[in-house]
């Protein structure tokens, strides 16, 4: 899961493009399915939030989730004027872990330029909207128990404990 | 009350933030909120100076004075109110159990801590603002099960109207 974190130190050098972000988050948000001229910018998002550059997974990602209709995978970007504020992905699991067809959102990301805005809720009511036309009546995720900042985003969704329990163990020794 | 145990202060402390961070600007006395949730007064004046300290509400003099709630509801989580007033995951007191040092005792231990973890990340996870919608989802459910008893339920709150 893709985490949502505190925003970078604010540098001299930004004092330009946060200007020029003021404006971009001034305009309307528009959700919309993800295009592959949008890869760079969610590539630069998620290297803020995580520290990490993934172009190969986000590429992959690309291929399984973007450019298809199928309400059953989705891969959403918001759109503030001409730059991508975040994205999330996510698709209809059936009968994994035993469970009937549900919403899995696995990754969701917002740029530390566009938090508190409300951006994160609509990325997710909108993912939650392609899972309802896809016939489901459940959304879930999976995230680690110490990233208390997303685990608050979704709990103020409405998110509560499931019935699974997460298990692991060492595979060596 | 079923879950983690808590300690009875932290539960008054609970309680009170809630009632404070509701209607943030209201002045809420402590008779008040002791006579809602049937507990003495002088105790929870003590529970209520100590969330003074924390800086979580603060105390307002003169007439309609009491307490009201000085933190961020967006901010302030379940945890931060849990802290104040005692550290989850230690018995009362710091003592040890007997055996807690046998095989058995620290494999017991690894159990209890597992559940202590999830507990933790649990309370740290939820936000004043998420628990007022949840009470509000509460006070849904028990209206369409009950509704005469909402009725009357609301009727008792109208001083505490919002």
Not at chain 1, 106 to 129: S, Y
Request: hydrophobic content about 40%.
């Amino acid at each position: 899961m893709a985490a949502l974190r505190a925003p970078s130190r604010p540098s001299r050098r930004g004092d330009a493009r946060r200007t020029a972000v003021r404006q971009e988050a001034a305009s309307p948000v528009v959700i919309r399915r993800v295009r592959r001229e949008d890869l760079p910018q969610i590539v630069a998002i998620d290297a803020t939030v995580t520290g990490l550059e993934k172009r190969d997974y986000w590429r992959s990602l690309f291929s399984r989730y973007g450019g298809n209709g199928r309400a059953e995978r989705q891969f959403l970007v918001a759109e503030a004027g001409r730059r991508v504020a975040g994205m999330v992905i996510g698709e209809v699991r059936d009968w994994e872990f035993g469970s009937p067809p549900c919403g899995w959102v696995f990754a969701i990301d917002v740029d530390p330029d566009f938090r508190q805005a409300g951006i994160g809720a609509r990325l997710l009511e909108a993912i939650c909207a392609s899972f309802r036309r896809a016939g489901v009546s459940k959304v879930r995720t999976l995230l680690a128990r110490d990233n208390t900042l997303i685990l608050s985003f979704f709990r103020s969704q409405g998110m509560m404990a499931g019935p699974f329990i997460p298990l692991e163990m060492d595979l060596d020794g | 009350m079923r879950g983690v145990k808590l300690q009875k202060n932290t539960y008054l402390a609970l309680y009170s933030v809630l009632e404070f961070a509701a209607d943030p600007e209201r002045h809420v006395s402590a008779a008040e909120i002791a006579d809602k949730y049937g507990v003495s007064s002088h105790h929870l004046a003590k529970v209520l100076s100590e969330l003074a300290r924390a800086g979580i509400v603060e105390s307002v003099r003169g007439a309609g004075g009491g307490y009201r709630f000085a933190g961020n509801v967006r901010r302030l989580t379940l945890m931060d109110v849990i802290q104040t007033f005692e550290e989850l995951g230690l018995p009362d007191g710091g003592r040890r159990e007997a055996g807690e040092l046998t095989p058995v005792g620290l494999a017991l231990g690894v159990v209890l801590s597992e559940i202590d973890e999830i507990a933790k990340a649990t309370f740290s996870s939820i936000t004043l603002a998420t628990m007022l919608r949840l009470i509000e989802r509460q006070q849904r459910v028990v209206a369409r099960r009950s509704p005469a008893r909402a009725k009357s339920a609301a009727a008792r709150e109208r001083p505490n109207s919002r």
